[in-house]
């Protein structure tokens, strides 16, 4: 089969023929309708600020497609059911799998990091990782679910807890911070504030749903919140950018009583504020890392229901062939993109 193979940053990805691996006992072998192209294939490629255990490997995590094979012992799956993949392989064992958070998972695989990913014709795993994908649901939405959406959805409204009629600012309304614009929407929030510097973004997040969009390029981007809100701030900031500017400012633009969820990930440190402050005004911050299954099965039903439209969420779909290009134009933000997909069969 044919797959996209990353050997080392900054070096384009190298289409390759590799042997499909044939699934084993309690393995499905899934044909690769659509693969999306998320920053975290960017942070490994182009940037290089993602070290991967091994090399080379096939990238690609945000995948869905349609049962090829299963393995012996399955019985849930048979060939031609339409599926998302779930792209983290959890232990099963640990205590983190025991109490139901595979997110958390130190012996977890994720596809395109440490197993090999869905850049390809078709991906071998474990039955388990499979969700049915509904036929109203078209594959490339059904791709990027799996984490554009579900990392969203999971930082607004599980992680952040947001209730109907409260406040919400999402700093960095690129592929996330869209979809948690559209999502804080759906579930009822008053005012909603996107915060980004670049000028497509804002547009995108008013598109969105936004009632109101802040250019953080001047760096006062708490200020200009507060003067959104009578001075108050917001109840919820929730910060998908992962740099240590946007997370000061997100919690700069809380009021008192206010929640932080920090979703973007990177390499900055970032500090509290001042105790006096933080402890007084009963600030909460929160982390909140990908996804379960039971948050993806949730969107996929609300995209099928009709409640979340997504149809604008796929820019552009793409043959493997071009595959460097669409990474190219998803980091230089190149037509303003919010998801890129790979159809790796054509």
Same mark, same amino acid.
């Given at each position: *089969?044919?797959?996209?193979?990353?050997?080392?940053?900054? @070096?384009?990805?190298?289409?390759?023929?590799? %042997?499909?691996?044939?699934?084993?006992?309690?393995?499905?072998?899934?044909?690769?309708?659509?693969?999306?192209?998320?920053?975290?294939? !960017?942070?490994?490629? =182009?940037?290089?600020?993602?070290?991967?255990?091994?090399?080379?490997?096939?990238?690609?995590?945000e995948a869905a497609g349609?049962?090829?094979?299963?393995? +012996?012992?399955?019985?849930?799956?048979?060939?031609?059911?339409? #599926?998302? =993949?779930?792209?983290? #392989?959890?232990?099963?064992?640990? $205590?983190?799998?025991?109490?139901?958070?595979?997110?958390?998972? &130190?012996?977890?695989?994720? !596809?395109?990091?440490?197993?090999?990913?869905?850049?390809? %014709? $078709?991906?071998?795993?474990?039955?388990?990782?499979?969700?049915?994908?509904?036929?109203? #649901? $078209?594959?490339?939405?059904?791709?990027?679910?799996?984490?554009?959406?579900?990392?969203?959805?999971?930082?607004?409204?599980?992680?952040?807890?947001?209730?109907?009629?409260?406040?919400?600012?999402?700093?960095?309304?690129?592929?996330?911070?869209?979809?948690?614009?559209?999502?804080?929407?759906? &579930?009822?929030?008053?005012?909603?504030?996107?915060?980004?510097?670049?000028?497509?973004?804002?547009?995108?997040?008013?598109?969105?749903?936004?009632?109101?969009?802040?250019?953080?390029?001047?760096?006062?981007?708490?200020?200009?919140?507060?003067?959104?809100?009578?001075?108050?701030?917001?109840?919820?900031?929730? %910060?998908?950018?992962?740099?240590?500017?946007?997370?000061?400012?997100? *919690?700069?633009?809380?009021?008192?009583?206010?929640r932080l969820v920090i979703?973007?990930?990177?390499?900055?440190?970032?500090?509290?504020?001042?105790?006096? +402050?933080?402890?007084?005004? @009963?600030?909460?911050?929160?982390?909140?890392?990908?996804?379960?299954?039971?948050?993806?099965?949730?969107? =996929?039903?609300? #995209?099928?229901?009709?409640?979340?439209?997504?149809? $604008?969420?796929?820019?552009?779909? =793409?043959?493997?062939?071009?595959?460097?290009?669409?990474?190219?134009?998803?980091?230089?933000?190149?037509?303003?993109?919010?998801?890129?997909?790979?159809?790796?069969?054509?």
């Open positions: *089969m044919r797959a996209a193979r990353f050997y080392a940053p900054k @070096e384009p990805l190298r289409i390759e023929e590799v %042997e499909a691996q044939p699934p084993g006992d309690g393995d499905v072998q899934v044909a690769v309708e659509a693969c999306g192209i998320c920053g975290t294939d !960017l942070h490994v490629a =182009i940037e290089g600020t993602i070290q991967l255990p091994r090399t080379p490997i096939v990238l690609g995590h349609v049962v090829a094979a299963v393995g +012996s012992g399955v019985t849930r799956w048979k060939a031609g059911n339409r #599926v998302t =993949i779930f792209p983290n #392989v959890a232990c099963g064992r640990c $205590s983190a799998c025991r109490r139901g958070r595979e997110v958390l998972c &130190l012996q977890a695989q994720v !596809l395109g990091i440490n197993r090999e990913g869905a850049f390809a %014709e $078709s991906v071998t795993l474990p039955a388990s990782c499979l969700l049915p994908l509904p036929a109203e #649901v $078209s594959f490339p939405v059904g791709a990027i679910v799996a984490d554009a959406v579900s990392t969203a959805y999971r930082a607004i409204a599980h992680r952040g807890a947001l209730r109907a009629g409260e406040s919400v600012a999402v700093f960095g309304c690129g592929g996330l911070g869209v979809h948690g614009i559209k999502l804080a929407k759906l &579930l009822g929030a008053g005012e909603i504030i996107g915060v980004d510097v670049a000028r497509g973004a804002l547009r995108r997040a008013a598109e969105a749903g936004a009632t109101h969009v802040v250019d953080a390029s001047g760096g006062d981007a708490a200020k200009q919140i507060r003067g959104l809100t009578a001075s108050e701030g917001v109840d919820l900031a929730v %910060e998908f950018v992962g740099l240590k500017a946007s997370v000061t400012e997100a *919690m700069r633009s809380l009021r008192r009583g206010g979703a973007g990930v990177g390499g900055d440190r970032v500090e509290l504020p001042p105790l006096r +402050s933080f402890v007084g005004g @009963e600030l909460a911050v929160l982390a909140s890392m990908g996804f379960d299954r039971e948050e993806v099965e949730t969107v =996929i039903r609300w #995209v099928a229901e009709g409640t979340l439209d997504l149809s $604008s969420s796929v820019t552009d779909v =793409i043959p493997l062939d071009a595959i460097n290009e669409g990474f190219r134009r998803a980091f230089t933000k190149e037509g303003d993109p919010i998801r890129i997909v790979v159809r790796p069969g054509g």
